[in-house]
């Protein structure tokens, strides 16, 4: 069965500090992994895409890394800011000749003054 | 360049209403998903569009229905409404169809059903 889980479910952390937040899935066969940041009440806005040849990808403090051969993925948060406060949702989309995207729950991130 | 937009913002209807949500895509997306997302939980998929027909369902019942425009813009339609259908509706966007595209989603169309 195509699954995405991500942990923890939630996480509270201090501003400034660093923060990792995992991605187990079992879609298959794999194309491609999103993580999305989504605020309260809003739409996902996109934060990283990976296809399966690519180990790392950055976008200013965020970094995604993934190891296809496991299927984890992990997003990291450096400097953390107040306004990361939100839950960031992992993606994963299999190439099955059709259109196949799974989301994970998502892990709610609270960071604190 | 407009991003995805959703309309209404909100919406409350009564249980057994019909209620029609409207999309329109990215300038230069043509390929428009809608997904379903209760509070607490990930987005779940419902249905795509892409040149005017259905590609792709998930598991909702037929109450869900759909459509898209010449113009690339959608409706999702709900009939019958029950209390469960109260959630966020996401419309996400993108090029072409097909999992490997990125998809750009709009704030979403929030749904209170009472």
């Known amino acids: 069965k195509n699954q995405v889980e991500q942990s923890p479910q939630s996480l509270i952390i201090l501003e400034g500090k660093n923060c990792t937040l995992q991605?187990?899935?079992?879609?298959?066969?794999?194309?491609?992994l999103r993580w999305y940041k989504q605020d309260t009440g809003r739409g996902p806005v996109s934060l990283t895409i990976?296809?399966?040849?690519?180990n790392t990808k950055s976008n200013g403090r965020y970094t995604a890394t993934l190891d296809a051969d496991t299927k984890q993925s992990s997003l990291h948060i450096t400097a953390s800011q107040l306004s990361d406060s939100a839950s960031y949702i992992c993606?994963?989309?299999?190439?099955?000749?059709?259109?196949?995207?799974?989301f994970g729950a998502g892990t709610r991130l609270f960071v604190k003054a | 360049d407009a991003g995805v937009t959703q309309s209404p913002t909100h919406l409350i209807k009564t249980r057994g209403q019909q209620v029609t949500l409207r999309c329109s895509p990215k300038?230069?997306?043509?390929?428009v998903s809608w997904y379903q997302q209760a509070l607490g939980q990930g987005p779940q998929f419902i249905f795509q569009?892409?040149?005017?027909?259905?590609?792709q369902r998930g598991n909702f019942p037929d109450r869900f229905s759909g459509h898209q425009f010449p113009n690339y813009s959608s409706e999702l339609n709900v009939n019958a409404l029950l209390l469960g259908d109260s959630a966020l509706y996401l419309c996400?966007?993108?090029?072409?169809?097909?999992?490997?595209?990125?998809?750009?989603f709009g704030p979403g169309t929030r749904l209170t059903v009472t």
């Open positions: 996400a966007s993108s090029f072409r169809g097909g999992a490997s595209y990125e998809q750009y």
């Open positions: 991605c187990n899935y079992t879609v298959s066969p794999f194309s491609n």
């Open positions: 990976m296809t399966f040849s690519e």
């Open positions: 993606v994963v989309s299999a190439n099955t000749g059709g259109f196949k995207t799974i």
């Open positions: 300038s230069g997306h043509d390929t």
């Open positions: 569009y892409y040149e005017e027909e259905e590609r």
